[in-house]
């Protein structure tokens, strides 16, 4: 199926889509904020712009959806512009592991998390987090 709008109206409306907060990801940082953990969220100033950075803890925490980083269980292709969308999710997953490297080079802990299991078992990620920003 053809888009209706032409290439330039179409990449003017994508670049208008801004990043929004997910129930999940405020429900995560509302838990951890009560548990008097504090942190930057989406500072432009870090590499690969992390969800939470804790900097005087040296931990950065990403919470990664299923579509757009490509999980293997419930992320799809969209069927429209399919080489374009595999080349986008591949590129995307190699820049994760490109930014995962980089903050172990420098001593930091990285801790990413699928949307998937925040869903499905948010009580282990919070533990994992908070032991993490516990024990440097």
């Known amino acids: 199926?053809?888009?209706?709008?032409?290439?330039?109206?179409?990449?003017?409306?994508?670049r208008a889509v801004k990043n929004k907060d997910s129930g999940i990801e405020i429900d995560f940082r509302k838990k951890i904020w009560k548990e008097g953990f504090r942190y930057r969220k989406n500072w432009l100033k870090y590499y690969g712009k992390p969800d939470l950075v804790f900097k005087n803890r040296?931990?950065?925490?990403?919470?990664?959806?299923?579509?757009?980083?490509?999980?293997?269980r419930h992320g799809s292709i969209p069927s429209i512009h399919k080489n374009?969308?595999?080349k986008k999710l591949v590129r995307n997953k190699e820049r994760d592991r490109e930014v995962n490297i980089y903050y172990k080079k420098i001593g930091w802990r990285v801790l990413r998390f699928w949307e998937h299991d925040l869903k499905k078992n948010p009580g282990k990620c919070f533990e994992i987090a908070i032991d993490a920003l516990i024990f440097k």
């Open 84 to 86: 374009f969308w595999i």
């Open 58 to 72: 040296k931990v950065v925490i990403f919470i990664d959806s299923c579509f757009w980083h490509g999980c293997d």
């Open 1 to 14: 199926m053809a888009d209706i709008f032409s290439k330039k109206k179409r990449s003017k409306i994508m």
